[in-house]
C-alpha cells in the first residue's frame, strides 16, 4: 500500500512541522512588545553623554541595557537621551551598551532607529520668562541647557517609514483649539504677553508619529513628553501647557477632531480612523495624583480608540522615611511617593495579551539596575496577525 505509506509520513512531517519551535522573528509577527522607557541620560553640557558612552564602561548605561535587554521589547521609545543631527548619542547606546552582552543579558540589535528633533534647550531669540534676558534654558522652546537635552529616540526590529515620518515640533500653542493659555491670577492677565504667546510652541520636546511596518500592517508609534505641570508660578505654565500637550493626541486620534493640525512637512490632519497605533511616553500626568491638571489624561486614558491595560509590577508599598515610596502596582515612577506617568496605550481593535512594569524587589538583585533612572520600563504586548489582522 504505497499511497497509505505516503499519507503516514505526510501525516508525520505535519505533526513535526507543528511542533517545530518558531524563530524569534516569526513569533514577533504575532505578539509584538512596545515599550517606554524614560532614561535619565542627560549631561549638563552638549557632548557630554556621548563622550562618557564611548568606550562602552559608562555605569549608567550598562544598568539601562541590562533593564532593556531584560524585557526585551521589540519597538521602544527611549525618552531624556541626547538628539544630535548625527544621532551619534543613540548610535553609541544601541551599538555599545544594547547590542552588547550586559549582566547575564544577551544583546539585542536595533537595526531601525530615529532620533527625535526636539525643542529642548533650542533657543527661541526671545524673553519668554520675561526677566529681560534673551537667553538661558527657560527661553528655549522647551526647558533645556543645551540642544538636544531631555530629548527622545524610537528603536525597532522593524523598518521605520522614515520618509512618511509627521513630527510637530513647530506646532504653535496658540493655534491649538481651546488652548489654555495662562493667566497671572494676582492681575487676571495673560502671563504671556500677545506677542510671546502667538509664537510659542505647544510641545516642549516634540510630538511624533512614526509609521512602522510590521507585516503587511503598518502601526503608528504616536510619541512625546510633556513638560512636567512643576516648576513654575500660581499661573501654572506649565500645567497649562502639560495638560494641552497630552490632549494633542485625543483630538489627533480622533478622526476629524485633528483636522485643524498642520505638521512640520505641511501635511494636515490627523490620523485615519481605521490606522492602528501606541501611544508612548513618559507623560508627566497621573489621574490620580500629583500636581496635573487630571481631566487631559483622564479623557486619553478613556478614549474609545485605544485601550489603557494599566500595566503592573509585583512590588509592594514600601516605606521609606515614613512615606509610602510606591503607593500601588502601577506606579511607573518613584518620585512624589510613587506616580504612574509613562504609558504604552495601544489602539482598542488590538488584542493585548501582557503587560508590566519593570520593577524589582530590593532583594532582586537586579533591583541595583533599576536606580539608573527614576522611572520605570513600560511594556505591552499585543497581538499582530501576519496577515496584517489584527
Known amino acids: ?27 514577533a509577527d504575532q505578539v509584538v512588545r512596545f515599550a517606554t522607557y524614560n532614561l535619565s541620560l542627560y549631561g549638563k553640557q552638549a557632548g557630554e553623554v556621548a563622550s562618557r558612552l564611548s568606550d562602552g564602561n559608562d555605569r549608567q548605561a550598562k544598568n539601562l541595557a541590562s533593564v532593556i535587554q531584560t524585557v526585551r521589547p521589540d519597538i521602544i521609545l527611549l525618552n531624556e537621551i541626547d538628539f544630535d543631527a548625527d544621532d551619534k548619542t543613540l548610535n553609541l547606546f544601541a551599538d555599545k551598551y544594547l ?29 519668554i520668562d520675561n526677566d529681560g534676558k534673551l537667553s538661558g534654558p527657560n527661553d528655549a522652546w522647551g526647558y533645556g541647557v543645551y540642544p538636544g537635552q531631555y530629548a527622545m529616540a524610537v528603536l525597532s526590529r522593524y523598518p521605520i517609514d522614515q520618509d512618511a515620518i509627521r513630527t510637530f515640533q513647530q506646532w504653535k500653542w496658540s493655534d491649538t483649539p481651546n488652548a489654555l493659555r495662562p493667566v497671572d491670577p494676582n492681575t487676571s492677565k495673560p ?68 483636522d485643524y493640525l498642520v505638521d512640520d512637512q505641511g501635511r494636515r490632519g490627523g490620523l485615519k480612523t481605521s490606522d492602528s497605533f501606541v501611544i508612548v511616553g513618559d507623560l508627566n500626568a497621573d489621574a490620580n495624583r500629583g500636581d496635573g ?12 480608540r485605544l485601550s489603557d491595560p ?21 506606579t511607573t515612577a518613584a518620585f512624589n511617593g510613587g506616580m504612574r506617568v509613562d504609558y504604552c496605550l495601544p489602539s482598542a481593535q488590538w488584542k493585548v495579551s501582557d503587560s508590566g512594569v519593570f520593577w524589582p524587589a530590593p532583594q532582586d538583585s537586579r533591583s541595583k539596575w533599576i536606580r539608573a ?7 505591552v504586548d499585543v497581538t499582530i496577525e501576519k496577515d496584517g489582522e489584527q
Open 1 to 27: 500500500m504505497i499511497w497509505k505509506s505516503n499519507f503516514l509520513l505526510l501525516v508525520t512531517f505535519m505533526i513535526a512541522l507543528s511542533n517545530a519551535p518558531q524563530s524569534e522573528a516569526q513569533q
Open 99 to 127: 547590542a552588547v552582552d550586559q549582566e547575564n543579558c544577551s544583546a539585542m540589535e536595533y537595526p531601525f532607529r530615529y532620533g527625535v528633533p526636539t525643542n529642548t534647550g533650542l533657543d527661541s531669540t526671545i524673553d
Open 191 to 258: 502671563y504671556y504677553d500677545d506677542t510671546v504667546w502667538k509664537l510659542l510652541r505647544l510641545s516642549s520636546k516634540n510630538h511624533v508619529d512614526v509609521p512602522i511596518a510590521i507585516g503587511d500592517s503598518t502601526v503608528h508609534l504616536l510619541a512625546s513628553h510633556p513638560t512636567p505641570p512643576v516648576f513654575d508660578g500660581p499661573e501654572d505654565r506649565n500645567g497649562c501647557r502639560n495638560h494641552d500637550e497630552i490632549h494633542f493626541w485625543i483630538d489627533y486620534i480622533d478622526g476629524g477632531a485633528g
Open 293 to 304: 491638571k487630571q481631566d487631559a489624561i483622564e479623557r486619553l486614558q478613556s478614549h474609545p
Open 310 to 330: 494599566a500595566p503592573t509590577h509585583a512590588l509592594p508599598a514600601i516605606e521609606s522615611a515614613g512615606k509610602t515610596v510606591v503607593s500601588d502596582s502601577i
Open 373 to 379: 533612572s527614576d522611572h520605570r520600563l513600560v511594556w
